[in-house]
């Protein structure tokens, strides 16, 4: 969270556009993990509910998606995109920081609850764990995020689709993965 938080802050603030590759390289980065991370967080603070966790987790990811073209297309009208990428710096701030008082409460209610706290550690014992999430997912996301970033633009251009539109019906592909998710 905190890495999102700085790759939207220096994106927003880039004086060149060396500068915002590497904001939009970090941004890249962390978000790309976070899928890895969320679910054994969430596994680890909703045992019992850990089915129904990921669901809500992935139906609320979705309907985020579902609504990013449509959120996105109106800051931009209204704003500039520095705004938005400081938008994002700033909500993935508060969204960390609301997420480490959960956790915090969540480890407080159930003291025989034997959570490894050292992140380095936790590292180098489940490097494997970690490799083999991160590989699997790599070659997948790698795909889709190619299909949903030149989704848009190949509207538009090759179908003679607008603007609006194209945005419009990629937040139809996005919600279609609304109902897969909760159930």
Same mark, same amino acid.
């Given at each position: 969270?905190?890495?999102?938080?700085?790759?939207?802050?220096?994106?927003?603030?880039?004086?060149?556009?060396? +500068?915002?590759?590497?904001?939009?390289?970090?941004?890249?980065?962390?978000?790309?993990?976070?899928?890895?991370?969320?679910?054994?967080?969430?596994?680890?603070?909703?045992?019992?509910?850990?089915?129904?966790?990921?669901?809500?987790?992935?139906?609320?990811?979705?309907?985020?998606?579902?609504?990013? %073209?449509?959120?996105?297309?109106?800051?931009?009208?209204?704003?500039?995109?520095?705004?938005?990428?400081?938008?994002?710096?700033?909500?993935?701030?508060?969204?960390?920081?609301?997420?480490?008082?959960?956790?915090?409460?969540?480890?407080?209610?159930?003291?025989?609850?034997? +959570?490894?706290?050292?992140?380095?550690?936790? +590292?180098?014992?489940?490097?494997?764990?970690?490799?083999?999430?991160?590989?699997?997912?790599?070659?997948?996301?790698?795909?889709?995020?190619?299909?949903?970033?030149?989704?848009?633009?190949?509207?538009?251009?090759?179908?003679? +689709?607008?603007?609006?539109?194209?945005?419009?019906?990629?937040?139809?592909?996005?919600?279609?993965?609304? %109902?897969?998710?909760?159930?």
């Amino acid at each position: 969270g905190i890495l999102v938080s700085c790759g939207g802050f220096v994106a927003a603030v880039a004086p060149s556009i060396e +500068v915002f590759i590497v904001g939009a390289f970090v941004l890249g980065m962390a978000t790309g993990g976070y899928f890895v991370a969320a679910n054994p967080l969430l596994a680890e603070l909703y045992p019992a509910q850990l089915g129904r966790a990921i669901g809500t987790h992935g139906t609320s990811h979705q309907i985020g998606a579902t609504a990013a %073209p449509f959120v996105v297309t109106g800051v931009l009208y209204l704003t500039t995109w520095r705004f938005a990428f400081a938008s994002i710096g700033a909500l993935a701030l508060i969204s960390t920081g609301w997420l480490f008082l959960i956790v915090r409460d969540s480890l407080d209610e159930s003291p025989n609850c034997s +959570v490894d706290t050292s992140f380095l550690s936790s +590292v180098g014992r489940q490097w494997q764990v970690i490799a083999s999430g991160v590989g699997m997912t790599a070659g997948v996301l790698f795909v889709w995020m190619g299909v949903y970033s030149f989704y848009v633009p190949f509207l538009v251009s090759a179908k003679a +689709v607008t603007d609006l539109a194209a945005n419009a019906l990629l937040s139809v592909t996005f919600a279609a993965g609304i %109902p897969a998710f909760w159930y």
